[in-house]
């Protein structure tokens, strides 16, 4: 029989790391699934084994992770990295997680799930984003530190945090920035004016996002109020067209990294059929939540940025509080934390989500955006473009997922995650109706790959 | 093939052998095969199935599936959640290499 | 979307439920009588939709082997599919992936093919001979399909069979029924049917006559019509791989079965869970175990997507096809084979929806209503 653990916590980032420790602490049975190699999360990624070079090249937040990774891993829970979860279901004992874990198939079970997958890179779906030679941002910055790789030159296109971070710590490596192209409608800075209350309260990241904007806009040739970009090249990309101000321009150059932000991920959560919101702030879906990350369906809980993004300090936070309350109903807790420590965490949770505001009204994607072009490949595994897309949803289907078995588009391997916004984008714009009534691409298994031969050996429990 | 796009970080990293496309190269360790290929200067990692156009790694966060190529004989792997090891045979799926 | 308006002077027709049924039906009696008002109305991106979580068979063996009339209806709608595909093809400009190669049912144990022959034997029995099959032994079975695992014994052959995508079937059906002037309204729910006296309203629409082709929701509809349509939820779930070379499969088979695409669909599982519709790992794992047993190859190649539908059965399995007693103008259909059938009914059975019992010579629609039910 296998053993049934009190908690599986998905993710070995801020959030799992803080809800493992509380949980582990307070004595539970844990068990943390990674996909990483080494834990951290994309945050802290290789940060266990980063060099010296690449920590000063990845700046300050990059290494105050340390004590949350070293804490981590003196904690007495089980870990396991490089593990691909592919199949999650509700099971008599609770929950039973499928994956892949070095070649085998291994099934895991729990009585509670804590998801803390983390986001991914929102999809940028300009003309040629499926050229050899586009990358995201957020690969970039993978690449560095897990790979100490960085490119020779580059341009960088698209808004947000990440973007500018980037740019900065290429920029501290000496790499040739060719050009920022920054998608960021101008209006945006106006809306974002009575959010900046919300950021104040938070003064030494709003101190240091303010530095970040002004020393790129300073030290690269940066350009602002960019639309309609294309990125230009027959088999590779070769340049990147763009818009300002109603005058077209080119860039030559051999590599691009795109970004517009990060959403939450929710395959997950909505293979366990857990109910999804539209946050229009974040113009994403999310997984449906209380403060303690509990969400529709009992025993599964979410925290960090695979809930509601809001960066590395405010995931750490919503891991303890939903370690916390795994544990809430047990005798390990006092009365005197119950009161004061949870108490504070909770606030602490809401006033930083506030917080976030701003970037997110700042760096709200341009609406543009989320209209590609006809020609503009959506679903990159299938190979559909718009114009497919677009007649389809015209000639009367109801909702994404219609689409998806007319059109093939979200039936790739990538499992609908780089299409699946902008397929719901396409079809609202397309059916006149508001994001929110229109439901998300459903999600089924595997969320990775697994063969036929591997899935009829699985260990059926 | 021979545009080298990328650099390391480190000049006096631990250098790898590996096999791309049966040639044997050194690259720097601890690097993803994905990051791999990059340092080689291939930013195409394979065709795609439906127009046969190339495809190179994009999100190198295990999302995007575009960066699969053979390792060691297994097809489509996903380059990006796989580190080298030495010796390490890789094989993209480009018409004519293989 | 056609902008159809609530208030609109009566359709001759209100079609209750998109999917396969119901777009065939829609498409048949357009094709019929051009000048027919036809509305249908289809349900949200949501529901549970069997004719999206189909395996594309176009499959003779095994239906109705306790049933004569079924038996001789199945042949005779894919008899029917050629011509239907060729004429949906062309008017919808969508290739449907059609093919009449011909079905293989592998058996992985002697018994399993001996209850397969005896079930043959009887539907050949009840046609006639005009279906038509051979049981295989091991090395026949090799000889059409090279590679099998050493646990297949034998296998069912017939060159009856066949496959189609059904997805594209699907679209290929809407598109050409709304080219010929059908109305359809996407993400409708119908709650209540009123009976008007001169006709039936169902979500502000008038209609003539009411067709229900709401898969799972006919019992509950048909209740509101007086009409007994005992359906439940029967779970198939299915495996697809990722591309392969084409030709990995020869023939078409309840078991395994490769698209145009060159995916390969693994398949035949049954369960009784109610409206759920999830993956589970116990069954995906057997029915890979089973894929692989038959072709060893297989277990190499990727899964990239697996679902489970609900399959809307009828006690004995075979559709039902009736009109209310009670409210003339109100008939309910109810099926499973919504693929191998889609000839029928587009054929046949929209015949028989205008002009009543003068175009079922055989009796076979008639044979199927619920009265068999009631004894």
Excluded at chain 1, 162 to 169: E, G, R, Y
């Amino acid at each position: 029989m296998a053993q049934i653990y009190d908690y599986l916590v998905i993710g070995a980032g801020p959030a799992g790391m803080a809800a493992a420790i509380e949980t582990s602490n307070a004595g539970l049975s844990v068990l943390v699934l990674d996909q990483a190699s080494s834990a951290g999360g994309q945050i802290y990624r290789n940060l266990g084994h980063a060099d010296k070079q690449q920590t000063s090249v990845l700046g300050s937040n990059y290494g105050a992770g340390k004590p949350l990774l070293e804490c981590f891993m003196a904690a007495n829970c089980d870990y396991q990295s490089s593990v691909q979860v592919w199949h999650i279901e509700t099971h008599t004992k609770g929950f039973l997680v499928a994956a892949i874990v070095a070649g085998e198939t291994k099934s895991f079970l729990t009585s509670h799930l804590l998801l803390a997958h983390g986001a991914m890179e929102r999809p940028m779906a300009i003309t040629g984003w499926h050229k050899p030679g586009v990358l995201t941002a957020g690969a970039g910055q993978i690449l560095l530190k897990s790979s100490a790789l960085m490119p020779k030159e580059v341009v960088l296109v698209g808004s947000g945090p990440l973007l500018l971070l980037l740019a900065q710590q290429y920029r501290v490596a000496g790499v040739a920035i060719k050009a920022i192209l920054d998608t960021t409608p101008k209006s945006n800075y106006w809306y974002a004016i009575p959010w900046l209350v919300a950021g104040l309260t938070n003064p030494m990241e709003l101190f240091k996002g303010l530095w970040l904007t002004l020393v790129q806009r300073i030290k690269i040739p940066y350009i602002s109020g960019v639309s309609h970009l294309e990125v230009m090249g027959d088999e590779q990309v070769s340049g990147v067209k763009y818009t300002v101000s109603d005058r077209v321009y080119n860039i030559d150059c051999k590599l691009v990294m795109l970004h517009q932000g990060i959403i939450a991920q929710t395959q997950m959560a909505q293979m366990l059929r857990c109910a999804m919101v539209w946050n229009e702030r974040q113009q994403c879906w999310q997984i449906k939540a209380d403060v303690m990350g509990y969400t529709s369906i009992p025993g599964v809980q979410v925290a960090g940025d695979g809930g509601s993004i809001g960066g590395a300090l405010l995931a750490q936070i919503e891991g303890r509080v939903a370690g916390m309350g795994r544990v809430f109903n047990t005798p390990v807790v006092s009365p005197w934390h119950k009161k004061w420590v949870y108490s504070w965490l909770r606030f602490r949770v809401k006033q930083l989500r506030w917080a976030r505001g701003l970037v997110d009204r700042l760096y709200r994607p341009a609406e543009w955006l989320s209209k590609p072009a006809d020609q503009t490949i959506v679903c990159r595994c299938e190979q559909v473009n718009a114009k497919t897309i677009r007649s389809i949803v015209n000639s009367g289907c109801a909702g994404v997922n219609q689409l998806k078995r007319f059109t093939r588009a979200g039936m790739g391997a990538c499992q609908g995650r780089q299409c699946g916004l902008n397929l719901s984008h396409l079809v609202a714009q397309t059916q006149q109706r508001p994001m929110a009534e229109v439901e998300p691409l459903s999600v089924r298994p595997p969320l990775s790959p697994i063969n036929l031969g591997q899935l009829a050996k699985s260990l059926r429990l | 093939m021979s545009d080298f796009l990328f650099n390391h970080l480190l000049d006096d990293a631990h250098q790898c052998p590996i096999i791309v496309n049966g040639v044997a190269c050194q690259v720097p360790e601890q690097l993803s095969v994905a990051a791999a290929l990059l340092y080689l200067g291939h930013l195409a990692n394979r065709q795609h199935p439906v127009s046969g156009e190339l495809r190179g790694s994009y999100c190198h966060a295990g999302f995007c599936f575009e960066c699969l190529v053979a390792i060691d004989g297994q097809a489509n792997k996903r380059a990006c959640l796989t580190q080298i090891t030495p010796n390490m045979s890789i094989n993209t799926a480009l018409a004519g290499v293989n | 979307m056609k902008p159809v308006k609530p208030l609109s002077p009566a359709y001759d027709w209100i079609i209750v439920g998109g999917g396969l049924v119901g777009a065939s039906i829609a498409y048949g009696l357009i094709q019929k009588q051009p000048q027919l008002r036809i509305l249908v109305l289809d349900g949200s991106d949501t529901d549970y939709r069997a004719s999206v979580g189909n395996f594309g068979l176009i499959w003779v063996q095994g239906k109705g082997h306790n049933f004569p009339a079924y038996a001789n209806w199945s042949l005779q709608g894919a008899d029917l599919w050629p011509q239907f595909a060729q004429q949906l093809s062309f008017q919808s400009q969508i290739d449907l992936g059609y093919q009449r190669q011909g079905g293989l049912e592998f058996a992985l144990s002697q018994s399993h093919l001996d209850t397969l022959s005896e079930e043959m034997a009887a539907i050949a029995d009840h046609t006639q001979g005009a279906f038509h099959y051979n049981v295989l032994n091991r090395e026949a079975t090799l000889a059409l399909q090279p590679g099998l695992g050493e646990a297949v014994v034998g296998a069912i052959y017939s060159p009856q069979d066949g496959q189609v995508n059904p997805l594209y079937l699907l679209l290929a059906l809407q598109k050409a029924s709304q080219l010929c002037g059908v109305d359809y309204q996407s993400s409708c729910r119908v709650d209540t049917i009123e009976a008007l006296g001169h006709g039936f309203k169902a979500a502000g629409f008038v209609g003539k006559k009411i067709l229900l082709c709401a898969g799972l929701d006919n019992q509950r509809l048909g209740k509101q019509l007086a009409m007994h349509l005992p359906v439940r939820p029967v779970k198939g779930q299915i495996l697809i791989t990722e591309r392969t070379d084409l030709g990995m499969l020869n023939y078409a088979s309840p078991q395994l079965l490769q698209t145009a695409e060159g995916t390969i669909q693994v398949g035949g599982s049954s369960e009784h869970l109610g409206l759920d519709d999830r993956s589970s790992l116990d069954i995906m794992s057997s029915i890979a175990e089973e894929a692989v047993a038959v072709l060893p190859n297989l277990s190499n190649l990727k899964l990239v997507r697996s679902w489970g539908a609900l399959r809307v059965m009828s006690p004995d399995g075979a559709p039902i096809y009736q009109q209310s007693k009670q409210y003339k103008g109100a008939f309910g259909v109810c099926c499973h084979s919504g693929v191998t059938l889609a000839a029928a009914h587009a054929g046949p059975l929209s015949n028989w929806l205008l002009n009543s019992l003068n175009e079922d010579p055989l009796n076979l629609i008639e044979a199927m209503s619920n009265e068999r039910f009631s004894i």
